[in-house]
């Protein structure tokens, strides 16, 4: 920076200049007008700058708290899954233990049988026989109880081992879905401008590319339509940047209410919208665009008890053979820099001329 450079109008164009994160748009651009209103302060930039730092640490704060969050989730999981592989290797244990312990008992009763076989025929009279009988029996039964003894220990234990194996599959589907709303959550706040409630400029990207991929496969109609709010800035400079926010959402909730379903409008930047109309003709479209923008300038929008004139214009494109996203967007904006040229309040509709 040369001596004679201002700092503020430098960090002015530092401002201007940057490419921003979507979810910083709005708070840069309200430092920026601050900054220009502020500029004959030699030392209001200082005051700007801490303003940027200090949003700049919450946004990636943010983000780390979330990536925090997930790597948490994460080593848990690895953790519970560690301890399930346990639990089935041990119930596993457990049943090869009945398998040893059942061939055991058949050896077992097998020898028995034949100690009761030689024995009963060496004996000398029956009551001898009796006696070696009875207590061959009294071994066997001893033995047979040993063993159902030792099934139903491990039954039970096998019980408790797989209710602890659901407790943590339960808990891992938990806290599965307790994630699983955080990210959709984190999504929304992502592609949701916070003004308008509209989606972004992040989520009309996404979705211009999978209309585009669509059209380009099936050759449906699909039109553009780009809109800017008429002399917003002195809506802003006249009644507070309050009630500029208050301007946009009044207009997203006209937008909302006009289209379908299948349409799509989001707040591209600033006080420009960009509107999707799939399945419409280029005359469709410019007839919901002009009732669109007759709703916006019939319906009263009062500051306080002050009625202010809110009106916008337009460009209505249809995508063509050839057609990038980027080349229709860039026709659609000719079409609304002649509506405002023209005058404003009013829609202006792209003729296909290159």
């Known amino acids: 920076m040369s001596a004679n450079t201002n700092p503020n109008e430098a960090l002015s164009r530092l401002l201007h200049t940057q490419k921003w994160p979507n979810r910083l748009v709005d708070s840069i651009r309200q430092l920026q007008e601050r900054l220009q209103a502020d500029m004959a302060n030699p030392g209001a930039w200082t005051s700007v700058l801490e303003e940027i730092v200090l949003l700049l640490l919450s946004a990636f704060g943010g983000a780390?708290?979330?990536l925090k969050e997930t790597k948490t989730f994460l080593v848990t999981l690895d953790n519970r899954l560690k301890e399930i592989?346990?639990?089935i290797n041990h119930i596993q244990t457990i049943r090869d233990d009945a398998?040893?312990?059942?061939?055991?008992?058949?050896?077992?009763l097998g020898?028995?049988?034949g100690r009761v076989h030689r024995d009963g025929l060496a004996a000398t009279d029956l009551d001898a026989f009796r006696e070696v009988v009875g207590q061959h029996l009294n071994s066997i039964q001893a033995r047979i109880e040993q063993h159902l003894q030792g099934e139903r220990d491990r039954i039970q234990e096998e019980a408790r081992n797989t209710e602890r194996m659901r407790d943590q599959m339960r808990s891992l589907e938990d806290e599965e879905q307790k994630l699983r709303g955080k990210l959709a959550e984190a999504l929304i706040l992502a592609t949701t401008d916070r003004v308008t409630g509209l989606p972004n400029r992040t989520a009309y990207d996404r979705r211009i590319r999978e209309e585009h991929l669509r059209w380009k496969r099936f050759r449906?109609?699909?039109c553009l339509v780009v809109w800017d709010v008429d002399d917003f800035k002195t809506i802003n400079d006249i009644y507070g940047h309050r009630t500029g926010d208050e301007v946009l959402g009044f207009i997203g909730r006209i937008f909302?209410?006009?289209?379908?379903?299948?349409d799509f409008v989001a707040r591209y930047g600033g006080e420009e919208f960009v509107m999707l109309l799939p399945g419409a003709s280029l005359e469709q479209a410019s007839r919901v665009a002009e009732e669109i923008r007759r709703g916006v300038s019939d319906r009263p929008f009062n500051a306080g008890m002050k009625r202010v004139p809110v009106t916008i214009s337009c460009g209505v494109c249809e995508f063509r053979n050839g057609d990038s996203s980027?080349?229709?967007?860039g026709r659609a904006e000719r079409a609304l820099?002649?509506?405002k040229q023209a005058g404003k309040n009013r829609s202006v509709v792209d003729q296909g001329f290159q």
Do not use: W
């Open 111 to 113: 020898m028995k049988m």
């Open 220 to 222: 449906r109609p699909l």
């Open 326 to 329: 980027d080349s229709v967007f």
């Open 99 to 108: 398998m040893e312990s059942n061939r055991d008992l058949q050896e077992s």
């Open 256 to 262: 909302l209410g006009r289209l379908r379903e299948t």
């Open 64 to 66: 780390e708290s979330d």
């Open 337 to 339: 820099y002649q509506a």
């Open 85 to 87: 592989d346990s639990v």
